[in-house]
């Protein structure tokens, strides 16, 4: 069974750091890309960060990029997203999601052929 689970959120100051994690299972890891996405109250889900699990590459939404850093670690089939510098616009819950094709965009990154979700982790960053 695949499986995607996600941890590390909380409650953090803005300025604050927080590392989530993303734990993977059911599946070859290195198969697919995993990405970070993001939905806050009211607002549409965004993608946050992708990393391509086999060669390391990443992608990151150009609001989040030089503060968060994505990495993946293969041997733990885990993928963690560091967050740094957190702005109360990052409050969101966090979700990780497996895919099969990642695209480089202007302003962010595309993700396709997304078929498991993990059920995400509340990240609430306080003024």
């Known amino acids: 069974e695949v499986q995607l689970v996600e941890s590390g959120g909380g409650l953090v100051q803005a300025g604050g750091s927080l590392r989530l994690s993303c734990a993977a299972s059911?599946?070859?890891?290195?198969?697919?890309?995993i990405g970070w996405f993001r939905q806050a109250p009211g607002k549409e889900r965004e993608g946050v960060s992708c990393i391509s699990t086999r060669d390391g590459r990443t992608y990151y939404v150009d609001s989040v990029k030089g503060r968060f850093t994505i990495s993946s670690d293969s041997a733990k089939n885990m993928v963690y997203l560091q967050m740094n510098s957190l702005k109360p616009e990052d409050t969101a819950v966090y979700y990780c999601?497996?895919?099969?094709?990642?695209?480089?965009?202007?302003?962010?990154?595309?993700?396709?052929?997304?078929?498991?979700w993990g059920k995400g982790t509340l990240v609430t960053v306080s003024s």
């Open positions: 059911g599946f070859t890891f290195d198969d697919y890309h």
């Open positions: 999601a497996r895919g099969t094709i990642v695209a480089e965009t202007t302003e962010t990154f595309e993700l396709y052929g997304l078929d498991h």
